[in-house]
């Protein structure tokens, strides 16, 4: 039987439709008009927000229960160390969306409606560049937060967001979000850390662009692909994920044409490997001498 909130999502608002509801249902039902009344419980603002504008990009699936939503928000992500009461307040608001690869969560200059978390696949964040070039500024797995600080103070999204692969991904209104900040400090500076880390990144991609050479700039970024996100066995760090030519280039400042003409050699070379479209680093310290300026 599909439960009653997938029609909700998908009859206009001027039919009448009165499924059936099976057991399953009603217990979902209950347990979502409970979550509801926590959010009241804890004095967060209603969302001021619908899915009108939402329908026409993401894949909607029957709503996702939010004691599942709350075991994700607990599980690794800026809210893990907030109290349970607060997390089931925000798991009542939240909505899960899946995007295929290559599919935009949103735009650069949006209107900004939602804090976003990664829940299974990856997420690249991008500009466009004065040429009309895209720029990858960002690579984000599961659990990482993404469009918070745009949506809390209430301006446009800076940059775009796009699924590298077929993700889902969970959506929570900021004004609840904003309640809890003021109510929890450590959860403040939990995001100001986050943020201060990825500023500090950034600020190393910028200055890579601008004064070293691409040899360079593809190893230094290959190098902070591998140690945060590959799994180390017998071959090295492997990246978990595949990496186009096309989505390094765009990381890196340069054309798919020298991306592929530098990757091909390190390949001959053995600097990197390849298995499967998935890059492996055997060596992080050979890579960091080519990361040198004037190492090419």
Not at 144 to 169: D, N, T, W
Not at 233 to 261: H, K, S
């Amino acid at each position: 039987m599909v439960p009653l909130t997938y029609y909700a999502l998908w009859i206009p608002k001027s039919a009448t439709v009165v499924p059936a509801q099976s057991p399953a249902t009603r217990t979902q039902l209950r347990a979502s008009r409970e979550a509801e009344n926590s959010v009241r419980a804890q004095d967060i603002p209603a969302p001021l927000h619908d899915d009108a504008d939402h329908t026409s990009r993401a894949r909607y699936h029957p709503r996702m229960p939010a004691n599942a939503i709350a075991d994700f928000l607990k599980a690794g992500t800026v809210f893990a160390d907030l109290p349970a009461d607060d997390i089931a307040a925000l798991a009542a608001v939240a909505r899960e969306d899946r995007y295929q690869a290559r599919e935009f969560l949103f735009n650069e200059g949006d209107a900004p409606a939602w804090f976003w978390l990664v829940r299974s696949g990856r997420v690249k964040i991008l500009r466009q560049s004065r040429g009309g070039k895209e720029v990858v500024l960002e690579l984000l797995g599961p659990g990482e937060p993404f469009g918070g600080m745009a949506a809390l103070e209430g301006r446009p999204y800076p940059a775009s967001a796009q699924a590298m692969e077929a993700s889902a991904v969970i959506r929570i209104p900021p004004e609840p979000i904003a309640a809890l900040a003021r109510r929890h400090p450590a959860f403040v500076r939990e995001m100001a850390g986050m943020l201060a880390r990825r500023l500090r990144t950034a600020h190393d991609s910028v200055k890579s662009l601008a004064s070293n050479p691409v040899e360079a700039r593809l190893a230094a970024r290959l190098i902070r692909l591998a140690e945060s996100e590959g799994a180390r066995d017998q071959r090295g760090l492997v990246l978990p994920f595949r990496v186009t030519r096309q989505t390094l280039a765009d990381m890196t400042g340069t054309t798919v044409e020298t991306t592929i003409r530098v990757l091909s050699r390190w390949l001959k070379k053995g600097i990197v490997e390849e298995e499967h479209g998935r890059l492996i680093v055997p060596s992080v310290e050979v890579l960091r001498e080519l990361e040198e300026p004037g190492a090419e």
